[in-house]
């Protein structure tokens, strides 16, 4: 196996979850209700974690995990191949679980215009952008 990044690596959602848990694939995308996700998404980056926190659907509290991979995982192509070669965004995706290990009290945020208008994107189903 080859071994992509060390970590540490976040997942940033809305979801209300404990340390011990398991993020996994076959649920819905938060970004498009028609999509069920063959994937759990991740970064080693806590500001790309907020930022997908930020902009997921739902009313809850913005939340970056500290996740640890229980399997193989690879790079993020839809970031990595089509927006930023070599993956300098350190994105990654796995078909296995992400055991939530820690969370963090807070993180560097993004300009509050762009993640409205990440929001107002996605809300106009150009959610492409950041699946």
């Known amino acids: 196996m080859t071994v992509l990044d060390t970590g540490p690596f976040y997942h940033g959602t809305k979801a209300d979850l404990q340390v ?6 076959g649920f819905r995308s938060n970004y498009d209700d028609s999509v069920v996700m063959n994937h759990i998404y991740f970064t080693a980056l806590p500001k790309g974690a907020g930022l997908a926190a930020e902009i997921a659907k739902g009313n809850g509290k913005p939340r ?24 300098p ?25 762009f993640v409205q208008n ?9 959610g492409e952008i950041i699946n």
Not at 20 to 25: P, R, S, Y
Not at 89 to 102: A, E, F, H, M, N
Request: charged letters at 30%; hydrophobic letters at 35%.
């Open 118 to 126: 990440l929001r107002s994107r996605v809300a106009a189903g150009m």
């Open 64 to 87: 970056v995990y500290i996740v640890e991979p229980a399997g193989e995982f690879e790079n993020d192509p839809n970031v990595t191949d089509r927006k930023f070669p070599g993956n």
């Open 89 to 113: 965004t350190r994105s990654y995706r796995s078909k296995s679980p992400l055991k939530i290990v820690g969370e963090l009290d807070s993180w560097e945020l993004f300009d509050s215009e």
């Open 20 to 25: 011990g848990d398991f993020l996994t694939a």
